[in-house]
């Protein structure tokens, strides 16, 4: 396709259930991220993927979020046990150039955990 | 600790006034720092960027500027308009594996 496309683009989901979000980057990028957006406020890095290298995981806010990458191209995002807190916009961008170009980002998901 | 500090928080200008915004970064070794808008209910998207090796670069309204030294760059845009009116980030990358961006200024221009 033509940019990043995120599914679903929209979430609604019971406290305590399982959620998997899907990020298809830019066809020949190589560094995919994930960023979570609560409402109103900044871009919270989460993760990033350069390849096949195995990812740095420490941004990840708990050990019920986990991320994996295959094939060096989509990405997906799990959220376990989902809480209220979880609630935000989850974002996902790729780019060319790893660290150092232009990220491009995703529609989102929506996250709503009741 | 890794950051990325950014300041305002909210910023409010006439039209046709210049505004800027400043964010400072942890990492010395940091090379990149791009500023993206984010409007209303849309994704961030870039709008200029600076390597560390310039310490300034324009395209026609905006500007950033970038001082190695005190690690800190800022981005000016002048003659502002009401289309300008939106959330701004920075961003650098902050170690071999994480590209962090500021909390966010929210830029209102008044007609």
């Known amino acids: 396709g033509a940019g990043v496309s995120q599914s679903p683009s929209n979430k609604v989901t019971e406290k305590g259930k399982d959620v998997e979000l899907r990020c298809d980057p830019i066809s020949g990028h190589t560094a995919l991220y994930w960023y979570r957006q609560s409402l109103g406020q900044g871009l919270e890095f989460l993760i990033y993927f350069q390849g096949n290298s195995a990812p740095d995981k420490s941004g990840l806010p708990s050990d019920r979020f986990s991320a994996e990458r295959t094939g060096g191209s989509v990405s997906t995002l799990t959220i376990q046990r989902t809480q209220q807190e979880d609630s935000a916009v989850y974002l996902c961008?790729?780019?060319?150039?790893?660290?150092?170009?232009?990220?491009?980002f995703g529609e989102g998901s929506r996250l709503t955990v009741l | 600790g890794e950051n990325v500090e950014q300041h305002p928080s909210t910023l409010s200008v006439q039209e046709g006034d210049s505004a800027v915004i400043k964010c400072t970064y942890s990492?010395?070794?940091?090379?990149?720092f791009p500023w993206y808008k984010q409007e209303l209910g849309k994704r961030p998207q870039l709008i200029i960027d600076?390597?560390?090796?310039?310490g300034e670069k324009k395209d026609q309204r905006i500007a950033v500027t970038l001082n190695k030294t005190a690690k800190h760059f800022s981005l000016h845009i002048t003659e502002t308009q009401p289309e300008d009116s939106a959330v701004y980030f920075c961003?650098?990358?902050?170690?071999?594996?994480?590209?962090?961006f500021g909390s966010g200024t929210k830029l209102n221009v008044k007609p």
């Open positions: 961003a650098a990358p902050l170690g071999f594996n994480k590209f962090y």
């Open positions: 961008a790729s780019s060319l150039v790893v660290l150092t170009g232009e990220l491009f």
């Open positions: 600076i390597r560390s090796n310039v």
């Open positions: 990492d010395s070794a940091s090379n990149y």
